[in-house]
């Protein structure tokens, strides 16, 4: 039996343990020995990246918040041209460092795309000073654990109305968002409904041959 590799530990915004893990190829994150992502499961990441460039516009400005292990990134970037802009926004940086270092050979190198620009800093904030023309047509939040956040408490004021008007602001006029979660959750519905249009919830699978939809992503539009 192959062993489980522990390839780097480090701390959350909330104190607890986040640790990388590698065992017959594939890769784990884990928080406080939970898991919280694997390279086994990506079919729902690359659903939200489908689902938002469905209506981007030409030279589109793509913001994904939380990098993950890259596979939105990558769907976004195998989905767009040369001229898209997207911008991907990752709180710690030993998430970045270890999608170079540990995971060059999955996604890690998609960081250095020409058209991706990399931002150590709280996606809240950068969609806080998105105004004009640098407003994004398309934003994918795939941070935490949805709603119920589960890395760090402060993540909940996205998904509250203060939050959703502040993201509406960030959006173009017919600009999209897009919530991936690892819940339904019918009165996040009802919340965005009161900022969104078009307000939608798919249920989404972890990979491709699973018998069961785990995840779901919240659609909305902006006017």
């Not at 596979?71 to 802009?85: N, S």
């Not at 809240?124 to 408490?153: C, E, M, T, W």
Request: aromatic share 8%; net charge positive.
């Amino acid at each position: 039996m192959k062993p489980t590799v522990t390839l780097a530990t480090t701390r959350t915004p909330d104190g607890a343990t986040m640790t990388l893990h590698e065992h017959d190829g594939q890769h784990f994150l884990k928080v406080a020995g939970l898991q919280l992502m694997s390279t086994t499961a990506s079919s729902s990441e690359e659903q939200m990246a489908e689902l938002s460039c469905a209506t981007l516009p030409p030279r589109p400005r793509i913001l994904i918040g939380g990098l993950g292990f890259g596979f939105t990134l990558k769907r976004v970037l195998e989905l767009t041209g040369p001229d898209a802009a997207v911008h991907v926004s990752e709180l710690m940086p030993e998430i970045v460092a270890w999608n170079r270092e540990y995971l060059a050979a999955v996604n890690g190198r998609l960081l250095d795309d020409p058209r991706v620009t990399t931002l150590v800093r709280d996606v809240y904030d950068i969609i806080g000073k998105a105004s004009g023309p640098d407003r994004y047509h398309a934003i994918l939040l795939d941070v935490d654990n949805g709603p119920d956040p589960f890395v760090q408490k402060g993540n909940e004021r996205l998904y509250q109305g203060s939050g959703l008007v502040r993201i509406k602001a960030a959006l173009q006029p017919g600009g999209r968002v897009i919530f991936w979660s690892a819940h339904q959750d019918k009165s996040f519905v009802k919340t965005l409904s009161r900022t969104f249009r078009n307000v939608e919830a798919i249920s989404a699978k972890a990979y491709p041959k699973a018998k069961r939809f785990t995840h779901t992503l919240f659609i909305a539009d902006r006017d």
